[in-house]
């Protein structure tokens, strides 16, 4: 099992629609978790943190982790064209060490 | 921006060729790590520097080899170099303690194109 799994998608949502991605991480990946958002040709650029179960919100996004069930997802409401990108899961090692990322969804927000 | 800078932005080799790529941490961070990401793939790490020392390493073979100086900036260091390794190699720099809690911020990256 990889440490970090996305479903790559595409993901198509229309324009103001509430966009999920989800994420599901092994054993090893135990400390933090981070989504990141990642335009074609460019690097990617944080999005939000979580590291204790539950909810955390910042605007338009929403971070779920559920440490029972190896799960992280991020919600993006009232999704815009803009949010069209690639995102990415990252959590860090047991060790605190080593970053693991997903290999990203696309989601496309239809106008 | 993140204050993380890289260089050069593209770079072309040949097969069997060494190449060195450069990165800037962020002002006040002194934990840097190094990725590969290739086409379509999330970005896979390679390895981690704090205060000069290496503090992590993925599963990549030592042909890849990096160096961080006493002003927190690091170089990543490829010999013998594969068609694989064509990627976007991207440097992220974190706050004071390489603690698992950090955040990472990426550069803008080095595109290697590998003939």
Redesign the interface.
């Known amino acids: 099992q990889k440490e970090v799994e996305q479903n790559s998608g595409p993901l198509s949502v229309p324009e103001g629609a509430i966009a999920s991605l989800n994420c599901t991480y092994s054993d090893r990946v135990s400390q933090s978790f981070f989504w990141y958002r990642q335009y074609s040709g460019k690097s990617p650029e944080l999005i939000m943190s979580i590291y204790s179960n539950g909810d955390k919100e910042d605007g338009r996004f929403t971070a779920q982790l559920n440490k029972a069930s190896q799960y992280v997802s991020l919600l993006i409401r009232d999704s815009q064209p803009s949010d069209s990108a690639t995102y990415l899961c990252a959590g860090s090692s047991n060790t605190g060490n080593q970053f693991y990322f997903g290999t990203g969804t696309s989601l496309t927000v239809i106008p | 921006e993140t204050g993380v800078t890289q260089s050069p932005t593209h770079l072309i080799k040949t097969r069997g060729q060494q190449v060195t790529l450069r990165c800037s941490s962020q002002s006040g961070h002194n934990t840097v790590?190094w990725?590969q990401q290739a086409l379509?793939?999330?970005?896979?790490?390679i390895f981690?520097y704090y205060r000069e020392e290496e503090?992590?390493r993925?599963n990549f073979p030592p042909r890849f080899s990096g160096l961080q100086f006493p002003n927190y900036s690091s170089e990543l260091n490829v010999n013998a170099l594969e068609l694989d390794d064509s990627a976007?190699y991207?440097c992220?720099s974190s706050f004071p303690s390489?603690?698992?809690?950090d955040?990472?911020?990426?550069?803008?990256?080095t595109r290697l194109t590998v003939l």
């Not at chain 2, 390489?98 to 809690?101: G, Y």
């Open positions: 790590s990725y379509g793939q999330g970005p896979q790490f981690q503090n992590g993925g976007l991207l992220a390489p603690s698992s809690t955040t990472q911020y990426f550069g803008p990256g």
